[in-house]
């Protein structure tokens, strides 16, 4: 009996849903490359990528769960830490307004 499992990927300028049968035992890794989203968005890259079942950070070999909702991270353009002291600079000179 397969069970069922949703991957997200959401991408700079589209988000990917993709929705999933497969055999019990089957890896987060071998999920994401039966489900075709390697080949729609050519930007992920597998061995480097970060992924997660509901937002809980894991590895490609994890074993998926009947329900799991495998999330594929893009890496951060900025650190969070950064992002606030450049929100910061532009709120004092009054180019940013919350």
Same mark, same amino acid.
């Given at each position: 009996? #397969?069970? $069922?499992?949703?991957?997200?990927?959401a991408?700079? @300028?589209?988000q $990917?849903?993709?929705?999933?049968?497969?055999?019990?035992? @089957?890896?987060?890794?071998?999920?994401?490359? /039966?489900?075709?989203?390697?080949?729609?968005?050519?930007?992920?890259?597998? $061995?480097?990528?970060?992924?997660?079942?509901?937002?809980?950070? @894991?590895?490609?070999? @994890?074993?998926?769960?009947?329900? /799991?909702?495998?999330?594929?991270?893009?890496?951060?353009?900025?650190?969070?830490?950064?992002?606030? #002291?450049?929100?910061?600079?532009?709120?004092?000179?009054? #180019?940013?307004?919350?």
């Open positions: 009996m #397969k069970i $069922n499992i949703e991957i997200v990927y991408g700079e @300028t589209s $990917n849903l993709v929705q999933l049968k497969i055999e019990p035992g @089957t890896s987060i890794g071998q999920a994401i490359k /039966d489900s075709g989203l390697l080949q729609a968005c050519p930007q992920i890259q597998l $061995n480097d990528c970060q992924v997660g079942i509901f937002s809980k950070k @894991t590895g490609l070999d @994890t074993i998926l769960q009947d329900r /799991d909702r495998v999330e594929i991270y893009r890496p951060l353009k900025i650190s969070p830490k950064e992002a606030r #002291k450049l929100r910061a600079s532009l709120t004092k000179e009054g #180019k940013y307004q919350v």
